[in-house]
């Protein structure tokens, strides 16, 4: 099973098992992940899932789509070019190894 690595608030890396087609929150919050809210249960309504997608690996998360764009300017935190709602990237085996830095607040 692929994964990835979230780097929590606190600095804390976290290597995280990911089923392929689950949302990299869905996986975060399921195995104890710190920092991601995640308010709206993955509908893309809440921006509490808010992450920074780092490393050469970044290039090969599919682009936001209009609605997550959206959504990305009511982040808590500041918003960056490599900003992302964590809910709205599914996992794929192309993304073993993605690093995520969570956002330092998500309220
Ligand atoms: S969980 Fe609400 S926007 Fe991602």
Redesign the pocket.
């Known amino acids: 099973m692929p994964n990835i690595t979230f780097i929590e608030p606190s600095g804390d890396e976290r290597v995280v098992d990911v089923p392929v087609g689950w949302s990299l929150?869905q996986a975060a919050t399921s195995q104890g992940v710190e920092g991601i809210d995640?308010?709206?249960?993955?509908?893309?309504?809440?921006?509490?899932?808010h992450c920074y997608v780092e490393g050469e690996l970044a290039a090969r998360v599919p682009a936001p789509g209009a609605g997550e764009s959206s959504?990305l300017d009511s982040v808590a935190a500041e918003r960056r070019p490599n900003s992302r709602?964590?809910?709205?990237i599914k996992m794929t085996p192309e993304l073993e190894g993605l690093v995520l830095r969570i956002a330092a607040t998500q309220t």
Do not use: N
Request: glycine content about 12%.
């Open positions: 929150m995640a308010e709206c249960g993955g509908s893309c309504a809440c921006a509490t899932c959504m709602l964590s809910c709205q």
